[in-house]
């Protein structure tokens, strides 16, 4: 067990809808990243955050969005949706803000499915 | 642009065989981390191994164990005496320790009885 927790594990929906998905991280890590993998790729880095705040942006779309609230979890926004939608979305954390001292330690993802 | 290139889609071999993973990355920075991960059935990320970039011995972790070419900006996943519990996909990534870590496309391994 990672200590991150990721819900809900399993999430369908039709397209146009919007869900929202959440993570919290391990006990004391302040930074949280959101990945999503898509089927049979690797993980794309979407968003990062360091203690309330964005420190770095990957290959999120627009219709994407995230925050991280004061107790430290995050959320994962994700709107308009469509069927490339569909995929894996992982949460990760760290203690730092720089995590090569400090490995990311991942959640079980929610699988998301766009009808 | 960080890349990171997993040649191998699948591999399979008897338990208890030695098995290599390749990787090979493209990065521009002088210092950065290089880490395999896990995803088995269960598809939870489980981190395997790391290895800094300015370390030159390379890194062991039990049954695991990496070579590093840094010249060669390869880092293969060597796993001795295979067990059944390593069937997973495994993914090479790397990153400056920063931000962005870049994942390779994975590959699926299967240890048969």
């Known amino acids: 067990d990672s200590g991150v927790t990721q819900t809900p594990k399993h999430l369908i929906t039709a397209t146009g809808q919007r869900v929202t998905l959440r993570c919290s991280p391990r006990?004391?890590?302040?930074?949280v990243y959101w990945y999503q993998q898509s089927l049979d790729q690797g993980l794309q880095f979407l968003i990062q955050?360091?203690?309330?705040?964005?420190?770095a942006k990957g290959n999120i779309l627009e219709r994407f969005s995230a925050q991280q609230f004061p107790d430290l979890h995050s959320e994962l926004n994700l709107s308009s949706l469509e069927l490339g939608d569909s995929a894996l979305y992982f949460c990760?954390?760290?203690?730092?803000?720089?995590?090569?001292?400090?490995?990311?330690?991942f959640g079980n993802g929610t699988r998301l499915t766009v009808t | 642009a960080q890349t990171v290139t997993q040649s191998q889609p699948e591999m399979s071999v008897q338990e208890a065989e030695t098995v290599t993973l390749s990787c090979t990355y493209d990065?521009?920075?002088?210092?950065?981390?290089l880490f395999w991960y896990k995803q088995p059935p269960s598809r939870q990320m489980i981190l395997v191994i790391r290895?800094?970039?300015?370390?030159?011995q390379n890194a062991t972790e039990n049954r695991f164990s990496v070579n590093f070419q840094k010249a060669a900006k390869s880092f293969s996943l060597k796993i001795s005496d295979s067990q059944l519990g390593d069937t997973a996909m495994y993914f090479c990534?790397?990153?400056?320790?920063?931000?962005?870590?870049?994942f390779g496309q994975g590959t699926r391994l299967t240890i048969n009885p």
């Open positions: 990760a954390s760290s203690v730092e803000a720089a995590w090569g001292d400090s490995p990311l330690h």
């Open positions: 006990s004391g890590d302040l930074s």
């Open positions: 955050y360091y203690n309330g705040e964005e420190r």
């Open positions: 990065t521009s920075e002088s210092n950065y981390y």
């Open positions: 290895q800094e970039a300015y370390k030159q």
């Open positions: 990534a790397e990153g400056q320790g920063a931000q962005k870590l870049v």
